[in-house]
């Protein structure tokens, strides 16, 4: 199943029936065993998380199909973060896919056609469609600053949009949005839950320093027209070693 795919065939844990993800609901066993985990285990990697980022993005191949997008960030370093991406806030949100996103710097250095599969950031921050929830923002503007000069990857595992209940096919790219793209349905109802208006953070931002340009590789889809789609290809495997040495 390719990522274009907008129907996908039918499968049990396919369709509108039913919860989403199916399954049945968490037996009280269940709940202490993972309560019992949580007082036990660190989560170092998960902890790192620290900003959560809501923005919208489109499908790399499909411009028409967007979604709001709940990035929880990490840092790795001062020109890395590493992002999973969920459809909501909520406790029940789910895991639809991940973020990296790097420096103007390292984007540079990155070969052309790779390049093509990343997006910038610029328009997302200084047009308002990008904000932290919860923080003032006086105090997001620092952090948003040195963001408009990265470049993004954001890979889709669950298309929600289209009605799977479970991830389904191929991942598909996301895009950030660029000017006038954003449906104005999606984001009043976003600013309406966090209580900002992204009129007023673009009027805030206006002076917000931004790259002197954007690299033509990026944005590919923008500038020529052309999405990017992922097939799952059947293919031959490379034997391990020990089923090699047991042919001859």
């Known amino acids: 199943m390719s990522s274009s795919d907008q129907e996908p065939q039918p499968?049990?844990?396919?369709?509108s029936d039913g919860p989403t993800p199916p399954g049945k609901a968490m037996t009280l066993e269940r709940k202490l065993i993972d309560e019992g985990a949580q007082i036990l285990q660190s989560k170092k990697p998960v902890s790192q998380m620290k900003q959560h980022l809501c923005s919208f993005a489109l499908y790399g191949h499909d411009p028409c199909r967007q979604i709001e997008a709940h990035h929880?960030?990490?840092r790795l370093n001062e020109e890395v973060l590493q992002c999973a991406v969920y459809d909501s806030d909520s406790p029940s949100a789910r895991?639809?896919?991940?973020?990296y996103i790097v420096s103007?710097?390292?984007?540079?250095?990155l070969p052309a056609e790779e390049q093509k599969l990343w997006h910038s950031h610029a328009y997302a921050i200084k047009s308002g469609a990008l904000t932290c929830p919860g923080v003032p923002e006086v105090m997001q503007r620092q952090e948003l600053k040195g963001l408009a000069k990265t470049y993004?990857?954001?890979?889709?595992?669950?298309?929600?949009?289209?009605?799977?209940?479970?991830?389904?096919?191929a991942p598909a790219l996301m895009m950030s949005m660029q000017t006038g793209m954003?449906?104005?349905?999606?984001?009043?109802?976003?600013?309406?839950?966090?209580?900002?208006?992204?009129?007023?953070?673009?009027?805030?931002?206006?002076?917000?320093?931004?790259?002197?340009?954007?690299h033509p590789n990026a944005d590919y889809w923008k500038l020529h027209g052309k999405g990017f789609?992922?097939?799952?290809?059947?293919?031959?495997?490379?034997?391990?070693?020990?089923?090699?040495?047991?042919?001859?």
């Open 11 to 15: 499968a049990p844990v396919a369709g």
């Open 72 to 74: 929880y960030a990490a």
């Open 95 to 99: 895991l639809i896919g991940v973020e």
């Open 104 to 109: 103007e710097a390292i984007f540079e250095k």
């Open 152 to 169: 993004g990857k954001f890979w889709c595992t669950w298309q929600v949009d289209r009605g799977d209940r479970l991830p389904l096919g």
């Open 182 to 214: 954003a449906q104005p349905e999606m984001v009043k109802r976003r600013d309406e839950k966090y209580e900002v208006s992204s009129e007023a953070l673009k009027e805030s931002r206006k002076e917000m320093p931004e790259p002197e340009k954007i």
């Open 229 to 248: 789609a992922v097939d799952v290809v059947q293919m031959d495997m490379n034997s391990p070693p020990a089923l090699a040495a047991s042919a001859i």
